[in-house]
């Protein structure tokens, strides 16, 4: 039987292939760990030296990587630090999120510059979004000194990473798409990549906790709810942009209407915004900020207790859905939410954990897992840099 030629399927590593996969190995493990030496590299890769050092030199010659010579007493003269080269961009790392813009500075091995930036803004105007954000950057790229830079940005909705747009942005003052990437490069004449803050997150527990390896999902809780997904050690973004909109699924009949436009939605019963204005109306008052919300529970307050198990008990329920569907049994949370603590996590668990297709005997790394995310906001913000790691490391052939 004649094979199709129109396609490979299935097809295997020649010699050049198996070159470029070793040559993103090592790179990545520079990244990761900020310089190896040779030895290090060839206990790493389980390659022997020889072998590293045609790789290292490969990506040498490819301006990918460059060699600190580090002097030592001994036998020998020197030994060589082999890094990511200096003559990378610096990163500019910038999160839109509700309320506030963030920025912090990072070099070309994703260290940081500057400390963590913010901005208060009222998110009215999409034109106003966009002098806001230039003025932050300038601030921080003069802050940091550097005439070189890109730009990383991780904005909180659905976002189309092809184009660089946000197509939704909830709790802004305005409807509709926004493009930010063309915009940005517009004014500033700098290179951008964008995708959602839950990516960013995902992005930063890959490369922060990299030694894991595993599948997991981040669950970012505030005033909306949104997730990503690390599986086979990428982010899964989906054709249409739209993976990790958790809080859009439906979990209540008659409920209200959601910002998506349809009713019922997880954010409107579990989300922090919907916490606060059931609150409100038990109560009878105009409004509740986060922070008092929080000190009433914590203070047990009935109607406060009440509120939050509610809302704790459809997330848990809600996860349980989605641990039996994906098999993912990492979850990771962040959001303001975590505030609430262990009570509130006590509450997700009880209704999450009782998976009947995990075995009693599993080992201890395959058992489910939910736990509040242990990343400073500054290392979340760095994760969103890391889209530039990747398109170099997807670009090498």
Known sequence: MKLPTSKRYLAGLNNYDLRCYNRRIALKLLYQHKGLSKSQLSETMGLSIPAVSKIVQDLIDENRVEVEEISHSGRGNHRGI??????????????????????????????????LAKREVTLETPEQLIDDLVQLIVMVKNEANVTDYRLAVAVHGQVDVKSGASLKMPH?????????????????????????????????????????????????????IGSSFLISNDVYRGPHFGSGQIGH?????????????????????????????????????????????????????????????????????????????????????????????????????????????????????????????????????????????????????
């Open 172 to 224: 802004a003052q305005w409807q509709g798409r926004i493009e930010l990437k063309y915009l940005l490069q517009s004014r500033l004449n700098v290179d951008v990549l964008l995708d959602n803050d839950c990516v960013m997150m995902a992005l930063a527990e890959k490369w922060k906790m990299y030694e894991e390896q595993r599948d997991f999902c981040v669950l970012n809780i505030s005033n909306g």
């Open 249 to 397: 699924t439906f979990v209540e009949m008659n409920g209200h209407i959601c910002g998506c436009g349809r009713e019922g939605c997880l954010e409107t019963v579990a989300s922090l915004a919907s916490m606060k204005r059931e609150y409100c109306h038990i109560k009878q008052v105009d409004n509740v900020s986060t922070s008092d919300l929080i000190k009433a529970f914590h203070s047990q307050d009935v109607d406060a207790v009440n509120v939050v198990n509610k809302a704790a008990k459809v997330i848990g329920r809600a996860l349980y859905n989605f641990l039996v569907t994906l098999d993912i049994n990492q979850i990771i949370l962040y959001g303001e939410t975590c505030q609430f603590g262990s009570l509130w996590l006590s509450t997700i668990l009880n209704e999450t954990l009782g998976n009947p297709f995990e075995s009693g005997d599993s080992l201890k790394e395959e058992q489910t897992a939910i736990t509040f995310g242990k990343l400073t906001e500054e290392e979340k913000l760095i994760g969103i840099s890391y889209l530039w790691v990747e398109k170099e490391l997807d670009l090498m052939g």
């Open 82 to 115: 082999y890094k990511v080269t200096s003559q990378r961009p610096c990163t500019i790392c910038i999160s839109i999120i509700p309320g506030q813009l963030m920025a912090i500075v990072v070099d070309n091995e994703i260290k940081p510059l500057t400390p």
